[in-house]
């Protein structure tokens, strides 16, 4: 999908500005109308909104109340309708019927700076939100659904591959290179039982 400079996003203090991943995963995802999209983590609400314009319906969730108010704030702005719910990753998430699941997580190695922001606080090691995801995804993907997320070289990856291995099949890969670290984008289909 393209990134539509026609939609008008602000960001509000406190709330995850859209960056290098969020593009990222905006280039990847494609969607067609009428598909019922959920978004882990909405942030600004960039993401849920780029879909919902191209006629999705959606979810978007996060744990953050800035973060809830926030993607009502541009949802509004840009006249789109999407539903907006608190939820702690599938903690509030009854339906598991969903086409397409997005994850932008926080998944940077907690240190003191970090310890102080859930934004990119990926827990001890930098993985452990990427992987707490996919062990529950699969159960609220449509058999034949999507699931878009990404990592950091700056993280471990044997646990996110082992989980990947186990539940998915792997339909694309891409990567961001930076000079202190590598951004794998993944798009992901369970795997039939």
């Excluded at 990847?28 to 849920?48: A, P, T, W, Y």
């Excluded at 998430?93 to 997580?105: E, R, V, Y």
């Excluded at 998915?168 to 993944?186: A, K, P, S």
Aim: with cysteine; net charge negative; glycine share 6%.
């Amino acid at each position: 999908m393209k990134v539509d400079s026609e939609l008008n996003i602000e960001i509000n203090e406190g709330v995850y500005e859209p960056s290098d991943d969020t593009f990222l995963l905006l280039s990847m995802i494609k969607v067609e109308s009428d598909e019922k999209v959920l978004e882990i983590g909405c942030g600004s609400g960039i993401i849920s909104l780029h879909c919902r314009a191209q006629g999705c319906d959606v979810l978007s969730v996060d744990k953050d109340e800035r973060a809830l108010e926030n993607t009502k704030l541009n949802a509004k702005k840009n006249d789109l309708d999407i539903s907006v719910k608190k939820s702690y990753l599938f903690s509030n998430i009854t339906d598991k019927n969903w086409d397409m699941i997005i994850f932008n997580p926080p998944y940077l190695p907690r240190d003191e700076f970090l310890s102080k922001d859930d934004r990119w606080d990926g827990g001890e090691r930098g993985d452990e939100m990427i992987v707490r995801f996919l062990e529950k995804a699969e159960y609220y993907l449509k058999e034949d659904g999507n699931l878009f997320t990404c990592y950091s070289s700056l993280s471990p990856t044997d646990l996110i591959k082992e989980v990947i291995e186990e539940r998915y099949d792997i339909v694309n890969i891409e990567q961001r290179y930076f000079f202190f670290e590598t951004l794998y984008g993944l798009e992901l289909n369970k795997i039939k039982r």
